[in-house]
């Protein structure tokens, strides 16, 4: 009985080590075993159950997405200064308005404008006189009742009296003023027409002496603005000065606004580790505004080679994109690549990660899913 017992024993063993219950395995549960000590490394027993596809070589024409900001272009910004001191009384413009070249922007109560309109009207009344002093002496020198010295002192009053006159006039009109117009209050003018990006003043506040005041006004001319991006050092040796590039505007899709690479810096933001790329473009009905985010697509002047494979064989995990190589024995490595732009065909770009012949699994998604059952 015991040598029964012990026989019977063994077949149950022996009868569940080899599934005698008559149901077959799970074929998903085969489909992969990790017995490698790099996680990036699987070893799939149906390997075959995944088609490879071929790394393709293309010419292309390189690009790169990134952000930007609209800013005024300086050479077409001009800040709005007084030459005289005072304190504002009336604003005739604020910020964002579109404004022409001599517009009123605002009036101030100034004691130098004060003083400019009187000494123009002093000078006035001294070169009328010097003026009437000079004809005198010119009929009484052709009657021979002064002499030559007299007539010439005449001449040289009347010609100083002009100058200071003259002087006065350009004196008014440096400060803003008209001769033909006087005013007790200067009036600030546009210099160039433009929009208001910037505004420094309110009613009330005063204006102080030219050499230490800032920019009551700063006045941008938006036909041409500039997008500047920051671009990552590891991008940048695909920018190149001359570089054509299309700006998009979020609620203008269907929109492109092409402009120019014009300088890109030469030193780094310590925090960021991107270089300032400025590009340069037309602003047609002023649709970009200072300020606002836009997306810029570098494109380089020539094609180059580049990897491409079917956008089927790679797929995104922990924020990066990955492919599956085969590497002998129904092995294959997870390789993280950096991908460029899509091609219409549904082909991706691969900028690095893989080279030219390389094979990979054709469809990534699958085959991560299958990794992880």
Same mark, same amino acid.
């Given at each position: 009985?015991?040598?029964?017992?012990?026989?019977?024993?063994?077949?149950?063993? /022996?009868?569940?080590?080899? $599934?005698?219950?008559?149901?077959?395995?799970?074929?998903?549960?085969?489909?992969?075993?990790?017995?490698?000590?790099?996680?990036?490394?699987?070893?799939?027993?149906?390997?075959?159950?995944?088609? %490879?596809?071929? +790394?393709?070589?293309?010419?292309? *024409?390189? =690009?790169?997405?990134? *952000?930007?900001?609209?800013?005024?272009?300086?050479?077409?910004?001009?800040?709005?200064?007084?030459?005289?001191?005072?304190? +504002? +009384?009336?604003? !005739?413009? !604020?910020?964002?308005?579109?404004?022409?070249?001599?517009?009123?922007?605002?009036?101030?109560?100034?004691?130098?404008?004060?003083?400019?309109?009187?000494?123009?009207?002093?000078?006035?009344?001294?070169?009328?006189?010097?003026?009437?002093?000079?004809?005198?002496?010119?009929?009484?020198?052709?009657?021979?009742?002064?002499?030559? /010295?007299?007539?010439?002192?005449?001449?040289?009053?009347?010609?100083?009296?002009?100058?200071?006159? =003259?002087?006065?006039?350009?004196?008014?009109?440096?400060?803003?003023?008209?001769?033909?117009?006087?005013?007790?209050? @200067?009036?600030?003018?546009?210099?160039?027409?433009?929009?208001?990006?910037?505004?420094?003043?309110?009613?009330?506040?005063?204006?102080?002496?030219?050499?230490?005041?800032?920019?009551?006004?700063?006045?941008?001319?938006?036909?041409?603005?500039?997008?500047?991006?920051?671009?990552?050092?590891?991008? %940048?040796?695909?920018?190149?000065?001359?570089?054509? /590039?299309?700006?998009?505007?979020?609620?203008?899709?269907?929109?492109?606004?092409? $402009?120019?690479?014009?300088?890109?810096?030469?030193?780094?933001?310590?925090?960021?580790? *991107?270089? !300032?790329?400025?590009?340069?473009?037309?602003?047609?009905?002023? %649709?970009?505004?200072?300020?606002?985010?836009?997306?810029?697509?570098?494109?380089?002047?020539?094609?180059?080679?580049?990897?491409?494979?079917?956008?089927?064989?790679?797929?995104? @995990?922990?924020?990066?994109?990955?492919?599956?190589?085969?590497?002998?024995?129904?092995?294959?490595?997870?390789?993280? +690549?950096? %991908?460029? /732009?899509?091609?219409?065909?549904?082909?991706?770009?691969?900028?690095?990660?893989?080279?030219?012949?390389?094979?990979?699994?054709?469809?990534? @998604?699958?085959?991560?899913?299958?990794? =992880?059952?």
């Amino acid at each position: 009985m015991v040598r029964v017992g012990c026989a019977l024993l063994l077949l149950a063993f /022996a009868c569940i080590s080899l $599934g005698c219950s008559g149901s077959k395995a799970d074929p998903a549960a085969t489909k992969v075993v990790e017995t490698n000590n790099d996680p990036d490394v699987f070893t799939m027993q149906n390997a075959s159950g995944f088609p %490879l596809t071929t +790394v393709q070589v293309r010419k292309v *024409t390189d =690009e790169i997405h990134v *952000t930007g900001v609209v800013t005024p272009d300086v050479n077409r910004s001009v800040p709005v200064v007084s030459l005289g001191s005072g304190r +504002v +009384v009336e604003i !005739k413009a !604020k910020l964002g308005d579109s404004v022409t070249k001599g517009q009123v922007l605002l009036l101030i109560n100034s004691p130098d404008f004060s003083s400019a309109f009187s000494d123009y009207q002093k000078f006035k009344a001294d070169e009328a006189l010097a003026d009437k002093q000079l004809a005198r002496s010119q009929l009484l020198y052709d009657k021979g009742a002064i002499s030559l /010295a007299d007539l010439e002192t005449a001449q040289d009053t009347h010609a100083k009296a002009k100058v200071d006159l =003259e002087t006065a006039v350009t004196h008014v009109r440096v400060l803003g003023g008209d001769v033909n117009n006087p005013s007790p209050l @200067l009036p600030l003018r546009a210099p160039i027409s433009g929009s208001i990006v910037d505004q420094q003043t309110t009613g009330g506040t005063g204006v102080r002496s030219l050499d230490n005041q800032t920019a009551l006004f700063t006045i941008a001319d938006l036909s041409r603005v500039w997008v500047i991006c920051d671009v990552y050092q590891d991008m %940048l040796s695909r920018v190149h000065v001359g570089d054509i /590039a299309d700006i998009s505007i979020d609620g203008y899709p269907h929109d492109a606004f092409p $402009g120019t690479v014009t300088n890109i810096s030469e030193v780094l933001d310590p925090n960021t580790r *991107t270089a !300032k790329v400025r590009i340069e473009l037309p602003n047609p009905n002023h %649709l970009m505004r200072a300020g606002m985010y836009v997306t810029a697509m570098f494109r380089a002047h020539d094609k180059i080679d580049r990897a491409v494979v079917p956008a089927t064989a790679v797929v995104h @995990l922990h924020d990066k994109d990955w492919v599956f190589v085969p590497i002998g024995d129904s092995r294959f490595r997870r390789v993280a +690549v950096q %991908l460029g /732009a899509q091609e219409k065909d549904g082909y991706q770009q691969v900028i690095s990660g893989l080279k030219p012949n390389d094979q990979v699994v054709a469809n990534a @998604l699958q085959f991560s899913s299958a990794a =992880e059952e």
